[in-house]
């Protein structure tokens, strides 16, 4: 507006002067007043058009910061979008799902073959089954400091609980921890050892009949120094309610720990881990029934009193894993467990107390077994495996002969299983197994004439041929 007003004083004062010139000037006078009013209009055109520029760079300015804004805006939402990706996807990678499956064909010498040591004894009138011996599916949350663990077995007999179980650990030095809910027993190496890695198809027949399921319900507390000379050395110990996977059934509770150990020795391909076992339980005798225990190598003594019978084992274990150059790594395993095992007349699997139940009958133990693994390349395995379950040590075979009153049984009879097996490995996930078990019993007394114990007077043909496809995601 000042270059505008500016503009018309001049045209203004240069029309006055022109007014006052003589007329003999008047000629020049109009042509200059001409050019000097063409000057002028030029100088307000131009100046109207910085106005129009002014005006127009205001209005870009105030678009572009219009556009910035909206700009900062749609920024703002992507990066809060962002954020709750992230925090989604962060929640997520806590949670795994992972499961397998064991399809399996198996075949026995005889029909109704006893497999107590290979899945359970064929049925009545066959010798051969397909099965699928686990399905396992598994879902776990872990926040580091804690976790959550909940897992199911399916198969062709039904639905049924594996794991479920909560965890914490301490934040600061993450060297203790607190279990609760069903897990695995802490007792020895191979009760905890994933089915999915085992070697042979099934573990052995002492720890399925100590242990049957593996898991049992309870807490427990863990101690893994990560650091310093301890570092070498762990602890699980833990109160538990004696049943499995089952509800209580009286007050009694069991406990179970295991001290263990783990030697590297780098630069030797060597290492050497292993542990002692302690399990210190008992089981309630129910009223109106018994307590037997054996007071000569062929009688049992019976015990009316005694409301509540020792389940006591205890065991020792190691491991060696070594490197052999060219061929592969090659593993030796074992371990031995000896206690006092409360069963049956007719059963040496655990007591549970239940209304009906029988009367108890308190046995010593002994049992052990030896596993050498060979892996041959990276797709190979050769496995050999020898057990001994012997679950009255204070009674031979011959000392069984079936007589009246002497309450000795099948029960008592001692068993070993040599295992030969060959492991192919397709690829990370899936496993093909053939493995056969050569099974030995002892022999009875050969004046046995009892129906449930002549079948002892010889070995019986309990061999079993298992073939198995594992595929685990």
Known sequence: ???????????????????????????ILKEE???????????????????????????????????????????????????????????LKKIKISGYIQAQF??????????????????????????????????SYDNDITQYVLQINVDEKGLGLKDAYASIKDPWIKTFGLTAGVFNRPFGFEVPYSSSDLESPERTRFNQTLFPGEEDMGAQLEITPQDGPLSCFNLKAGIFSGNGIAQETDNYKDFIGRLGFKFPFEEENLAIDGGVSTYLGAVRV????????????????????????????????????YDLPVLGGFTIRGEYVSGKNPGSS????????????????????????????????LSNQF?????????????????????????LSSADIKFSTLGVGWNYFW??????????????????????????????????KDNVLTLRMQIKF
């Open 1 to 27: 507006m000042r270059k505008i007003s500016l503009m018309l004083t001049i045209t203004l004062l240069f029309g006055l002067e022109i007014f006052a010139q003589p007329s003999i000037d008047g000629q």
């Open 33 to 91: 007043s001409k050019d000097t009013l063409s000057l002028s209009q030029n100088d307000i055109t131009s100046a109207a058009g910085d106005e129009s520029s002014q005006s127009s760079s205001d209005k870009e300015t105030v678009s572009d910061k219009e556009e910035i804004e909206n700009l900062k805006g749609a920024l703002d939402g992507l990066n809060e979008s962002y954020l709750d990706t992230k925090s989604t996807v962060d929640a």
């Open 106 to 139: 198996q075949s026995g010498e005889i029909d109704g073959t006893s497999a107590a040591g290979s899945g359970g004894d064929f049925s009545k009138n066959m010798h051969n089954r397909f099965a699928i011996r686990r399905g396992r599916l598994k879902a």
């Open 286 to 321: 129910e009223d109106g029934k018994s307590l037997y225990k054996l007071n000569s190598p062929t009688t049992f003594e019976r015990d009316s009193l005694t409301r509540k019978s020792d389940r006591v084992y205890y065991g020792a274990d190691l491991q060696l894993y």
């Open 346 to 377: 007719s059963s040496n699997k655990p007591y549970t107390y239940a209304v009906g139940n029988s009367d108890v009958f308190l046995r010593n133990i002994a049992c052990y077994y030896i596993t050498y693994v060979q892996n041959i390349g």
């Open 383 to 407: 496995v050999i495996k020898y057990e001994s379950y012997d679950p009255n040590t204070d009674v031979k075979g011959d000392d069984i002969k079936g007589a009246s009153g002497s309450k």
């Open 427 to 460: 690829d990370s996930n899936v496993k093909f197994t053939l493995f056969y078990d050569i099974v030995k019993n002892e022999k009875v007394n050969p004046s046995v004439t009892a129906a449930s114990l002549t079948p002892y007077k010889d070995d019986l």
